[in-house]
T-cell receptor, first 115, second 113 residues
Framework: EPEVTQTPSHQVTQMGQEVILRCVPI?????FYWYRQILGQKVEFLVS????????KSEIFDDQFSVERPDGSNFTLKIRSTKLEDSAMYFCASTGAGALTDTQYFGPGTRLTVL | KNEVEQSPQNLTAQEGEFITINCSYSVGISALHWLQQHPGGGIVSLFM???GKKKHGRLIATINIQEKHSSLHITASHPRDSAVYIC???????????????FGKGTHLIIQP
């Protein structure tokens, strides 16, 4: 069964460093999402991406964040200068027909620890 | 901004019991998702529904659009059902098909043998 994959599973970085989290969505999917979950808190929407551009973004997704689909398979989330409060689990998700009509398939997550 | 509330926050039950988890939201939605999160953190989509009722195996999800309320039921619960169950709403006034979800805090369910 097709699945969303994410790498790395765990990333440790120093405050102020740049990190790139990688996701490979399901191959025929068109809509891509990043979510985050701070330990002990609820999952929060960061950004959605469709047709090679950002479709929607939340208040969390400020200028420190960017997303990119550099080739036909990868979908990346970059944090330019990490802060302690960026420590969280980051989930990538994808869907084929859009959130209005199709379920979202989640990757296993990347645990980001900022020291 | 939609507020999604779940109850109970924690639920411990005996194997075989009928389980109900509730979800309410503050503004109209296009669809509501029920998700399952296991201790390792992975999230699995269980249901997406915009009206009525859906059933998959021992899981049943219902939604009442007028009352802005949804329930997830588990029949004949089993220890392997132990997980966090999360409801997530997709708003009506979102910009289109690529919109993100608004999540509840989750219900931590433990089924004891």
């Amino acid at each position: 069964e097709p699945e969303v994959t994410q790498t790395p599973s765990h990333q440790v970085t120093q405050m102020g460093q740049e990190v790139i989290l990688r996701c490979v969505p399901i191959s025929n999917h068109l809509y891509f999402y990043w979510y985050r979950q701070i330990l002990g808190q609820k999952v929060e929407f960061l950004v959605s991406f469709y047709n090679n551009e950002i479709s929607e973004k939340s208040e969390i997704f400020d200028d420190q964040f960017s997303v990119e689909r550099p080739d036909g398979s990868n979908f990346t989330l970059k944090i330019r200068s990490t802060k302690l409060e960026d420590s969280a689990m980051y989930f990538c998700a994808s869907t084929g027909a859009g959130a209005l009509t199709d379920t979202q398939y989640f990757g296993p997550g990347t645990r980001l620890t900022v020291l | 901004k939609n507020e999604v509330e779940q109850s109970p926050q924690n639920l411990t039950a005996q194997e075989g019991e009928f389980i109900t988890i509730n979800c309410s939201y503050s503004v109209g939605i296009s669809a509501l998702h029920w998700l399952q999160q296991h201790p390792g953190g992975g999230i699995v989509s269980l249901f997406m529904l915009s009206s009525g009722k859906k059933k998959h195996g021992r899981l049943i999800a219902t939604i009442n659009i007028q009352e802005k309320h949804s329930s997830l039921h588990i029949t004949a619960s089993h220890p392997r059902d132990s997980a966090v169950y999360i409801c997530a709403a997709l708003g009506v006034y979102s910009g289109g098909g690529a919109d993100g979800l608004t999540f509840g805090k989750g219900t931590h369910l433990i089924i004891q043998p």
